[in-house]
């Protein structure tokens, strides 16, 4: 039984803003923090234990000392960890882009593809994002559209506000516009096939590399399809199963870690208290927290709110 506090891994991407360091307490030194890879075992970006006797290692790490008992019967199928959580602040618009799914990313990529949801934090007024197209369109629009620098005349735009959830499917052309902030729950996956980015230089006064061949592979042309959200929780799809959950003074939320799946507690407004067995931290917002399958009951108290994550058995 184990619950561990996790340090995130950041990146300065240029898009990216001060927010999650300035409002989530992240420490990070830079002038710029985009992501905070809350919980992430991947190797472009791994969370460290923040304390204990394995202080300093990475989550992966950890989990290897512990064993694979950690993760829960539901991970058994994975070869890797199989979920990153992210906090995102998009200072300016990113990149439009697609992921693809994961018979594709594993026999092109070596990882897997990319399913996610978003949970939108927060949102200046007239915020939106991209999500899929406004109308069925050809591979040959889609290819010349990109050439003529009209890709946005028939992206689908989706205008978001605090508290709005969406899936992102393999296939679905999308991207974070300026001005929001949200988490986002992930397959454990770096592959992005960047479309399109406005021109955009990267860090070396370069144009920023463009996937267009394997996007035109792996898009989906058809018109964007909304998928709602489950009745029960925040989203649920084969991958993984999130809630949002708030606690107040007098109502503790008491959950329980059994042995199908670890739970990731990602808080995201206010501060309290998360039990476990024997060990007690303090929690507020900006803080991250795995709890290893089989650990049992545990209790989040105080006034906060928070993202509970847990994964899914994906061959059911």
């Not at 994975?78 to 693809?100: C, E, G, R, T, W």
């Amino acid at each position: 039984m184990a619950i561990w506090k996790l340090v995130p891994a950041c990146k300065d991407y240029l898009w990216g803003g001060r927010r999650l360091v300035e409002e989530y307490g992240i420490k990070y030194e830079g002038e710029v923090c985009a992501e905070a890879w809350v919980l992430s075992c991947h190797k472009d970006g791994e969370s460290l234990i923040a304390d204990g006797e394995l202080q300093g290692k990475t989550l992966s790490e950890a989990i290897q000392i512990y064993g694979r008992k950690a993760l829960g019967k539901n991970c058994e199928k994975y070869d890797d960890f199989p979920i990153m959580i992210k906090l995102i602040d998009a200072k300016k618009n990113l990149s439009i882009q697609v992921h693809p799914d994961d018979e594709y990313a594993l026999k092109n990529e070596g990882q897997y593809g990319k399913t996610e949801a978003w949970f939108v934090l927060d949102a200046k007024e007239g915020s939106y994002l991209y999500k899929g197209f406004e109308k069925d369109i050809s591979k040959e629009e889609f290819e010349e559209r990109i050439k003529n620098n009209t890709l946005t005349d028939v992206v689908h735009k989706v205008f978001v506000k605090k508290g709005d959830i969406l899936m992102i499917t393999p296939g679905t052309l999308h991207a974070i516009g300026e001005g929001i902030l949200l988490v986002e729950i992930q397959q454990s996956s770096n592959v992005t096939y960047r479309v399109y980015d406005y021109g955009r230089l990267g860090s070396d006064g370069k144009p920023r590399q463009l996937n267009i061949e394997k996007a035109l592979d792996v898009t989906c042309f058809s018109r964007n399809v909304d998928i709602k959200g489950s009745d029960d929780h925040l989203c649920s799809c084969k991958f993984f199963t999130v809630d949002s959950i708030k606690t107040s003074d007098g109502a503790p939320y008491q959950g329980n870690a059994d042995d199908s799946s670890f739970v990731s507690v990602i808080a995201i407004d206010g501060e309290g208290e998360i039990v476990c067995g024997a060990e007690k931290f303090a929690i507020k917002k900006g803080n991250s927290f795995f709890i290893t399958a089989g650990s049992g009951e545990f209790i989040v108290s105080g006034n906060l709110e928070f993202i509970l994550t847990i994964a899914n058995d994906s061959s059911i």
